[in-house]
């Protein structure tokens, strides 16, 4: 289901430290664009992006965060690809000596979204309830009076003329 406007949404972002060393000083960038807003625990930085942050991210494991926005426009939309910057202290080498290498996220990964409109979201998110009473209360009927005129033709007396 497309996000909608002026509706809650999440977006998850997981990185993978494929090294056989610890990534330190992890920091995520990724840039919705003004017309998101950042909700809850997110943050954004002052070029706009939004921000998370990890101490450490161990060898060959997965760190993740989610990100809350609020879409405050309709339409289509394609992120940026999330940005990484993390330092990958060698054995030997001193933390204050290496510096931040940053990664990029794959854009074949990243497809266009359509922000649907509020009263379209609305409409999606409803229960449909009357449209489900009308179904059932149709099938009913469907059911009720063939099964009501047999009956009917079966409780009659059936009535015979002998010679």
């Not at 993978?16 to 909700?39: C, M, Q, R």
């Not at 060959?60 to 940026?80: Q, V, W």
């Not at 649907?116 to 059911?143: D, K, N, P, Q, W």
């Not at 005129?149 to 015979?160: A, C, E, G, L």
């Amino acid at each position: 289901m497309p996000p909608g406007q002026n509706f809650p949404m999440d977006v998850r972002v997981d990185v993978y430290n494929g090294a056989d060393v610890p990534a330190t000083d992890v920091s995520i960038f990724d840039f919705w664009g003004p017309h998101f807003e950042a909700l809850l625990n997110t943050t954004k930085n002052e070029e706009g992006a939004l921000v998370a942050h990890f101490d450490s991210i161990a060898p060959k494991t997965n760190a993740s965060h989610i990100f809350h926005l609020k879409p405050l426009s309709a339409g289509t939309m394609k992120p940026l690809p999330v940005t990484v910057q993390y330092k990958q202290v060698l054995p030997g080498d001193s933390e204050k000596d290496t510096e931040f290498q940053v990664a990029h996220a794959e854009m074949l990964t990243f497809r266009p979204i359509y922000i649907l409109t509020e009263v379209e979201y609305r409409r999606h998110m409803t229960s449909h309830l009357i449209e489900r009473a009308v179904f059932f209360g149709f099938a009913a009927l469907a059911v009720l009076i063939p099964g009501l005129m047999h009956y009917t033709q079966k409780s009659k007396p059936t009535i015979s003329k002998r010679k």
